[in-house]
């Protein structure tokens, strides 16, 4: 099994920072790949941005690229999400994710990110 926790979040004003934190622990995988997404109120979940643990590839939602960063410490088996230049359409719940081989299998039970305008 695998469990993703996750911490950070919180409530900022926009143009502001945040930085989220998501450990994973149980099995591991070679194919492995990271991921955080985000759901608003109202809306459905999107894709905010992943790695490949591996080799450290990253992909971004364009709507977020320039601002967000995705990394991983490999010692502490934990991805991060740094978010700069946050804006209120960024608010929303964020989840971390994990997959074992193509599709996103594992879930964390997600944190909430406030951006006030």
């Known amino acids: 099994q695998v469990q993703l926790v996750e911490s950070g979040g919180g409530l900022v004003q926009a143009g502001g920072s945040l930085s989220l934190a998501c450990a994973y622990s149980?099995?591991?995988?070679?194919?492995?790949?990271m991921g955080w997404f985000r759901q608003a109120p109202g809306k459905e979940r999107e894709f905010v941005a992943a790695?490949?643990?591996?080799?450290?590839?990253?992909r971004y939602a364009d709507s977020v690229k320039g601002r967000f960063t995705i990394s991983r410490d490999n010692a502490k088996n934990t991805v991060y999400l740094q978010m700069n230049s946050l804006k209120p359409e960024d608010t929303a719940v964020y989840y971390c994710?994990?997959?074992?081989?193509?599709?996103?299998?594992?879930w964390g039970q997600g944190t909430q990110v406030t951006v006030s305008s």
């Open positions: 994710a994990a997959a074992s081989v193509v599709q996103f299998d594992y």
């Open positions: 149980g099995r591991t995988f070679s194919s492995l790949r």
């Open positions: 790695l490949t643990w591996s080799g450290g590839t990253t």
